[in-house]
């Protein structure tokens, strides 16, 4: 969906803008869309959906979920993984502008999304970013952005430190807030998502943002941003050394109980 672009815009500047930032998610459009998508959609159009490292979600507190972005499955797919079934939460998403258009932006900014100018962030949406996480949210962010032709690639792209950034600004606004980053590897076999093709999702451990504060906050957000591409990185290789076993548990499968 987005990568934000941090070289423009950084919380406490003077730039002015019009109307503030907000993310909703609906009551009764919310407990339709997720288990449509969970229940049916997902498992009519895939063959198999593989999940480890279930033991490193978070079951609580501020998190930002950093996914891999290979396709538009993805935003079905986050929800699936991370959302209320599983945290007992509903995530929020960042999202370019030039998603929020017409019926499908009616649907994401019901649905927990928030618009941003990925050239250009401004102030609004960074605070609400942060606001988010100081109340305790699970926030979504693609720091790959959101070029799916080049994404679709298996390799990773550079990240750019905008979510560390943010996360740094969160962690920094309140004592011991505790804001962590979720590495999310999601990998498609073949990549180029056909008809009843494979899934493997990889959760990796939680990266604490609290371990980052050396008092540069650009110094510290380039090694935030280091270490979150090193850990998608790992993620990438153990999905590319295990993609031709089958003994990772399906999501439909180990999880049926809460999936299902």
Known sequence: MIQLDSSHTEIGTTKKTKVAASSHVSPWLTPIVYPIGRRLVLPFYFDKIEVSGWENLPNGGPVIVAPTHR????????????????????PRFMVSIDEMKGIQGWFISHLGGFAVDVKRPSISTLRHGVELLQQGEMLVIFPEGGDLKKNRECTLNS???GL???ALQAESSQPDLGVKILPLGIYYNPPTVPWRCQVRISIGSPIQVGDYSTGSIKKDAKQLTQDLELALKQLGSKTQATVEQDSTPSLYSDRKESFI
Do not use: C, E, F, Y
């Open 71 to 90: 396709s538009r499955w993805d935003a079905l797919m986050v929800p699936a993984i991370v959302g209320k079934v599983a945290t007992g939460r509903d």
């Open 159 to 161: 990240l750019q430190p």
């Open 164 to 166: 560390a950034r943010l």
